[in-house]
């Protein structure tokens, strides 16, 4: 297809084609339950690792051997050798870039509501996910190596679409076959991946933040509109602007996780008011002012501005210079921002304790079959009546 987009875009006219057709099809699956998505989801995840395994193979048979990214690294990159204090830096911030990127996962309580029992997720989080991620990032890696060394004339081959380009571009009318069920089997999981972990969690969280306004369909909606918006494509333009987008989530959510830990397991020791927590009023112990904690944006603030230096001379290096020290101090990000927001937030809440510390309610509800055992403090008939709608309705 005839290109007639500018080179400053940062996708082709193909691409933009194939961008649309895969959001037109994403949305009418964001109409059905969440519930719905389990069995397509595994569906997906058996038929990807199929195909990923499939690749691995093919390349490392093909090639022989692990590639030059292993033989001889610096050649491909054409540095020197890392050494001291330089390779230390280096691995920090791929340390800080791999927990950056996943730290939206760190808070994806949204589908652990589903479990049966409280502790059915740990499984899953302590084992599963670092297994997939680590099995994912040693395939990719040799995968790429050994496509450099097949294929030296091409640029390094990190994004998988680049690689299944360069496959159906070299190879036989069989070679395009494969593409062609390698990249429906990815398609699939990317599908799912946009869905649940974009589409549907973000519709989440606006209708937890806006309930009158969103429901987690119409949320879902927002999401996608917002994703074309944001020009997805400019952030993977270039694999290095690409780390650096990875690299953002740790800056803001380091600090994030920080104040969760700090509040849930040293400041309140895992005592909530389970009832406090659907009050929509004063009478809640955690409405502070209008609904904002004010110590909250403090502590986060405090915890992500020493990271902005490094982050904009990362992001825009041709338009911010900083010092080394602060570039060094960006490579900590995640670290860095979640002990000074956590530490932060303690000082805060001992120098001004908020109300209901270390309290729990009287009595608990279990489930929305069970009758409500509500605690004293709730003054108001209404706020009662409000806690069993919201049970009756199977929102708890």
């Not at 571009?169 to 990815?186: C, E, K, L």
């Not at 927590?277 to 915890?303: C, E, K, M, Q, T």
Request: net charge positive.
């Amino acid at each position: 297809m005839k290109n007639h987009f500018p080179p400053d875009i940062g996708m082709k006219t193909n691409d933009f084609v194939g961008f649309i057709i895969f959001v037109v099809i994403c949305l009418p699956v964001f109409l059905l339950k969440p519930e719905r998505y389990r069995v397509p989801a595994l569906i997906s995840s058996v038929i990807v690792i199929i195909a990923a395994f499939t690749i691995f193979i093919w390349a490392l048979t093909k090639q022989g051997n692990g590639g030059p990214l292993f033989s001889n690294p610096e050649a491909v990159y054409g540095v020197g050798k890392l050494q001291g204090s330089r390779l230390g830096w280096v691995m920090m911030r791929c340390i800080t870039s791999g927990i950056g990127a996943w730290s939206g996962g760190v808070h994806r309580l949204d589908f652990s509501r589903y479990a049966r029992n409280q502790g059915d997720q740990l499984l899953g989080q302590i084992f599963v996910i670092p297994l997939c991620l680590l099995g994912s990032n040693i395939l990719g890696i040799v995968t790429t190596s050994c496509a450099r060394g097949f294929y030296p004339d091409e640029p390094l081959l990190w994004k998988l679409y680049d690689l299944l380009a360069a496959i159906q571009r070299h190879g036989s009318s069989r070679a395009r076959a494969a593409v062609f069920f390698a990249s429906f089997a990815f398609f699939l999981s990317q599908m799912s991946v946009t869905i649940v972990a974009c589409g549907v969690v973000g519709g989440m969280d606006l209708a937890a933040l806006l309930p009158r306004y969103f429901t987690i369909r119409r949320g879902s909606f927002v999401i996608a509109a917002i994703g074309i918006c944001i020009n997805p494509w400019r952030i993977l333009n270039t694999a290095n602007s690409f780390i650096s987008a990875m690299s953002a989530y740790g800056v803001f959510l380091g600090p994030l996780t920080g104040i969760m830990v700090a509040d849930y397991h040293f400041l309140r020791s895992r005592q909530l008011k389970l009832s406090h927590l659907y009050l929509p009023n004063p009478n809640s112990d955690y409405w502070f002012w209008h609904g904002l904690n004010w110590r909250a944006p403090i502590a986060w603030v405090l915890g992500v501005w020493p990271n902005m230096p490094g982050f904009a001379a990362s992001v825009t290096p041709k338009a911010v210079h900083v010092s080394t020290q602060w570039i060094h101090v960006y490579y900590l990000s995640w670290p860095l921002g979640f002990s000074i927001s956590a530490f932060v937030w303690m000082v805060l809440n001992t120098l001004w304790p908020p109300p209901g510390v270390g309290e729990i309610d009287e009595e608990v509800f279990a489930g929305p079959s069970q009758a409500i055992s509500y605690s004293p403090s709730l003054e108001k008939q209404g706020d009662i009546d409000l806690i069993a709608k919201v049970v009756e309705n199977d929102q708890v």
